[in-house]
C-alpha cells in the first residue's frame, strides 16, 4: 500500500481582516499572499538600517559581532535570500511599485550578504537556463556529491570565478542588459564597501562583507544537495536531477523552499501552491523514482552527504512506492544517483 503523506509546510490562507499594516502594504503588493515576503522587507530595513547606522558609531568588538550576527541570522538572513529567490520569479508589487523590488535589491540585499543584481543574472538568467546540466556554471554533475574535497573545490570555484564566468557566459548568449545589471551591481556593492571602509573598516567588514562570504557558502552548499542526486540516464529530467524536503522547519521559514523539483517544473510557481502541487503530482514523483525526504532540509542533507551518512539518509528518505524498500535498497539508489556525470 502507497505510503499516505500529511503535509505540514505552510500555505496562505487568506484572512477575514488585514491589520492596519497589511492594509496599507496592499496597496503596492500584487496579492495578498505576498504579504509575509513584503512584511520581512518592511522588518528588515526598521530593524538593520539603524543598527549599522548605529554600528558605524561604534568601535566593533566581539560583543558586537556576536549581537549583530544573532539578530541578523536569527531573524532575517535565510529568509531574506529566499523571499528574493521568490521576487526574481514572481512580481511582488504592483506594476507601478516595481521599482520597489530592485530598491529592496540595493538596499536589503547587501545585509544579507547579496550583491545587487549578481543573485538575479546567476539564477534566472543562467541556472534555470541550464537546469544542473553541464554548461550550467553552479552544476553538481561533474562532482562526486559525498566528497566534501569536490564541494571545497565546488565552492572555491563558484567564490573566486563565478563573476568572469557568469559575465562570459552572457556575452555568449549576447544578454547584454544582464551583463551591465551584474556589473553595475558588483561595482556599486565594492564602491560602498570602499567609501564604508572608511569611515569604519570594522563595522563594514561586519556588516557587509562577512556575510557574503557566509551567504556564498551557504548558497553553494544548499545548491549542492538540491541537485546531490542526479540519475546518471536521465540528468535533464528535473525529477531525477532535484530533491524534495517535505515537513521540515526551513520550510516554514523560508516559503517552502524545500520544494525544488516543483520549482524546477514551475520556477514561478507561487511558494504556496508548492505543497498541493507535489500531492497533485505523486504518481509522477513515483514513476521517475524521485528523491523526496522527510524532516531534513538541504543543510542537513549537505551535512550528512559530507559524513557519508547515508544510514540516516535513507531513514528520512520518504519511500513513495507502493512496495517499500529496505534501508539497504536505498542506500543503494542515494550512491548511485551521488556519482560524477560527465566529468
Not at 556554471?137 to 566534501?148: E, F, I, K, N
Amino acid at each position: 500500500m502507497a505510503r499516505e503523506i500529511v503535509l505540514t509546510d505552510p500555505v496562505y490562507m487568506p484572512k477575514d481582516r488585514l491589520s492596519p499594516l497589511e492594509d496599507f502594504l496592499m496597496r503596492y503588493v500584487k496579492e495578498d499572499r505576498d504579504l509575509p515576503i513584503a512584511k520581512l522587507l518592511l522588518a528588515m530595513a526598521a530593524v538593520l538600517w539603524p543598527t549599522a547606522a548605529f554600528l558605524f558609531t561604534q568601535d566593533i568588538g566581539i560583543l558586537h559581532v556576536v549581537a549583530y550576527y544573532a539578530l541578523l541570522f536569527g531573524l532575517f538572513f535565510d529568509r531574506f535570500i529566499l523571499a528574493l529567490h521568490n521576487y526574481s520569479h514572481r512580481q511582488l508589487f504592483k506594476p507601478q511599485y516595481r521599482w520597489l523590488s530592485r530598491v529592496a535589491t540595493w538596499t536589503i540585499g547587501p545585509f544579507a550578504g547579496e550583491t545587487p543584481e549578481t543573485y538575479f543574472v546567476h539564477h534566472i538568467g543562467m541556472h534555470h537556463a541550464e537546469g544542473n546540466l553541464l554548461a550550467d556554471l553552479s552544476s553538481t554533475m561533474p562532482y562526486r556529491r559525498d566528497s566534501l574535497r569536490g564541494f571545497l573545490h565546488y565552492w572555491a570555484s563558484f567564490f573566486f570565478l563565478v563573476h568572469p564566468a557568469l559575465i562570459a557566459y552572457m556575452a555568449r548568449r549576447k544578454r547584454w542588459s544582464l551583463v551591465k545589471r551584474m556589473v553595475a551591481g558588483e561595482l556599486g556593492w565594492l564602491t560602498a564597501v570602499v567609501v564604508l571602509g572608511l569611515i569604519n573598516l570594522k563595522a563594514t567588514l561586519l556588516i557587509f562583507v562577512g556575510p557574503v562570504i557566509i551567504s556564498r557558502f551557504l548558497m553553494m552548499a544548499g545548491n549542492w544537495a538540491q541537485h546531490a542526486f542526479v540519475d546518471p540516464d536521465e540528468p535533464d529530467n528535473d525529477r531525477k536531477s532535484s530533491i524534495v524536503c517535505i515537513n521540515c522547519r526551513y520550510n516554514r521559514r523560508c516559503f517552502n523552499d524545500g520544494y525544488h523539483i516543483g520549482h524546477h517544473e514551475k520556477p514561478n510557481l507561487h511558494w504556496s501552491e508548492m505543497p498541493a502541487d507535489f500531492l497533485a503530482k505523486r504518481e509522477t514523483y513515483v514513476r521517475d523514482d524521485a528523491v523526496v525526504f522527510e524532516g531534513i532540509d538541504y543543510f542537513q542533507v549537505w551535512g550528512l552527504l559530507m559524513l557519508k551518512r547515508y544510514d540516516v539518509l535513507a531513514r528520512n528518505f520518504v519511500d513513495l512506492r507502493e512496495e517499500p524498500r529496505s534501508q539497504r535498497e536505498i542506500v543503494a539508489l542515494l550512491r548511485h544517483r551521488t556519482q560524477p556525470i560527465g566529468a
